[in-house]
């Protein structure tokens, strides 16, 4: 499924996000409070828009390894990475996110921008995470929630179930792949329920910053 969207992935993500998906990709660049000599792991990578944007703020990431299942994806990422003189500093790999091909404590940093969710194994994932990941290195994670505000849940859930995959499906092609969003992102345990299963993965200092009335969180911990 991810491999067939992913021509149209980038033009769809702005469209449907009305542009704010940016926005949001920056807002988790700086919860990581980088100083410039980081290694980050960008997990669930896509067409590397988190990697690209580790390179872009300042201070950025010294080294980005962008990891995803989807072959097509990541040939949409390097084309990106490729185009952007980026290729010395962001490396591409595909691989299960519950079995990543790094050594512990390799990354001082972790992002994974709207993925986890689509990861079978969440806590399989959540563990590989925190093996690779340094003593207090910081993670960010954004993932979509549902709004609790009567009235912004209504037209959310409108858009989200009958808007969307109209949209999706005429542009991408593809007739399943956004209808799978909204379902898929009202199975996942948003909120305070995902802070307890990171708090359970040993992470500590977790909190969840609701983003445009819990349309989306920045969940937020540190490796112990």
Known sequence: MFDAIAERYDVLNSVLTLGFD????MRAVQSLRLTGSETVLDLCTGTADVSVALTRRFPCAARVIGIDFSTEMLRKGLQKCNAMD???RVHLLRAD????????????????????????DMDGA???IY?????????????????????????????????LPFIGRIVSGHDSAYTYLPASVADFPSG?????????????????TSLHFGILYLYEGVRT
């Open 97 to 120: 996110a519950t079995q990543l091909p790094l050594p512990a404590n390799s990354v001082d940093a972790v992002t994974v921008a709207f993925g986890i969710r689509n990861v079978e």
């Open 22 to 25: 940016a926005r949001w990709r």
């Open 192 to 208: 305070a329920s995902f802070c307890r299963r990171l708090e359970s993965g040993g992470f500590c200092e977790v909190k969840a």
């Open 126 to 128: 959540l563990q590989e």
């Open 131 to 163: 093996r690779v990941t340094r003593p207090k290195g910081r993670i960010a994670i954004l993932e979509f929630g549902t709004p609790r505000i009567p009235g912004v849940r209504d037209c959310y859930a409108f858009y989200f179930r009958r808007v």
């Open 86 to 88: 980026l290729s010395r």
